[in-house]
């Protein structure tokens, strides 16, 4: 990499922990690979799904900016070896050894693995299956295939396992300055659901108002790529959740239902936010009503020791309006889905068993339907346990008519 001066790295400096945060994980991984017999992790590249299939190597180093790759091989005990890309000068370097190839390789890991003493090791490979608890959306693990065979070609004494449980029980509880990243994030969507209520009207091209989003939170310092989910048409006819608007106008009678994202350094909070547009039926009102009466619900009932099945009784619990049932949905928040995806078809008996901890952060997000039927109301907002409860990390309005615009 060329020679960059002091001054232009000072003009682009990224966000960035501390050094007692670093110890605070490192500390926390290396007693956990400790209690599963790892010697050493890798946490190779993958850029896949907006980033978040990096984010245990973007977790052990702090590299990563809009699609740059990132990996790092971590001995429980010895040098920390991280790559990066050209921003890993841009934050503070947590290890001495940093190498920067355009794109690390699995013969650049081989390389590092064999430097600290790997070949008759437990290497424990970050991603190499799904869990429970970590990249729940990619069953077949996220760890590339060049890399796994190019260790087992390399170190056929070594022993090879996943470590995907190992950094999940690591990732699961944040650290104060973790969670200062995820309000950030909040703040971040926040702003973009704003920029929507601002530009959203009948006439206007769907493209438009997401374009609108983009840019609110590209201004405010948000880290991409980042996700807005789009769900939008008349209520009682929306299409299914899109990834980016297509070139439909917004109409009067439409519902907007937005998932949106908003990234700090990497974190990633979430937004769940029904926008309804000039006169929509009556029915609106009633299950908007029952969503956020099951959020408050949700959120009163979490605390360190409740179980998540616990959590989903107390949401269910919602007294139904006008036929609107609830039913809790949730994921984890972090630099991934760093946490349980709990669905409204429940969760597994294991999981629904597993108690909150101080700490986790996750979007909760009840689905509301009646008769089968929902998409037409959804409130949802990242939330921190905490050891008195659970605070929520936004700030706006669950006002009905705050969401109702375009008239």
């Known amino acids: 990499m060329m020679a960059v001066s ?12 501390s050094i007692p945060e670093r110890d605070r994980r490192w500390g926390r991984l290396r007693q956990l690979m400790a209690d599963q017999g790892i010697d050493v992790l890798v946490a190779a590249p993958n850029t ?62 081989v390389e590092a693995l064999e430097e600290v003493g790997a070949a008759h090791a437990t290497i424990g490979i ?51 300055e973790e969670i200062a990243f995820l309000a950030r994030g909040e703040a971040l969507a926040e702003a973009a659901q704003r920029a929507l209520l601002t530009t959203v009207r009948p006439g206007v091209a769907e493209a438009r108002c997401y374009a609108a989003m983009l ?22 006819d929306v299409y299914p959740h899109l990834t980016q608007p297509t070139g439909r106008i917004v109409q009067a009678g439409d519902v907007i239902l937005a998932e949106i994202e908003g990234r700090w350094a990497g974190y990633t909070a979430q937004i769940d936010q029904s926008t309804y547009v000039g006169q929509v039926p009556a029915a ?9 009466d099951a959020f408050e619900r949700a959120v009163a009932a979490m605390r360190p020791g409740v179980t998540f099945g616990e959590l989903m009784t107390a949401c269910a619990a919602t007294p139904a309006v006008g036929g609107w049932e609830a039913r809790l949905g949730l994921h984890g928040r972090g630099l991934g889905d760093d946490g349980p995806l709990i669905r409204p078809s429940g969760p597994s008996p294991q999981l629904a068993n597993r108690p909150l901890q101080e700490g986790n952060v996750f979007i909760v997000r009840p689905a509301v339907d009646r008769d089968g039927r929902g998409d037409v109301a959804r409130i949802g907002d990242s939330v921190v346990v905490t050891a008195n409860g659970a605070q929520r990390l936004g700030t706006r309005s669950f006002d009905f008519a705050a969401y109702n615009v375009g008239f």
């Open 6 to 17: 002091e001054t232009a790295i000072g003009e682009r400096a990224l966000p960035s922990f």
């Open 284 to 292: 609106c009102r009633d299950a908007w009503a029952v969503a956020v």
């Open 48 to 109: 896949g799904s907006h980033d978040k299939h990096q984010a245990d190597a973007r977790y052990l180093t702090q590299f990563g900016l809009n699609g740059e790759n990132a990996a790092c091989v971590f001995p429980r005990e010895g040098k920390v070896v991280g790559f990066g890309g050209r921003s890993s000068k841009l934050v503070p370097h947590w290890m001495e050894d940093v190498r920067t190839p355009d794109r690390p390789t699995a013969a650049h890991i």
């Open 215 to 236: 840019a609110a939170e590209v201004e405010r310092g948000g880290s991409l790529p980042f996700a807005i989910g789009w769900l939008s048409g008349p209520v009682g």
């Open 126 to 176: 970050c991603g190499l299956t799904a869990s429970r608890l970590l990249y729940m959306r990619a069953p077949d693990g996220v760890a590339p295939y060049a890399v796994v065979s190019g260790i087992l070609a390399a170190f056929p004494q070594a022993k090879i396992v996943s470590a995907t449980e190992v950094l999940a029980e690591a990732r699961m509880v944040k650290g104060e």
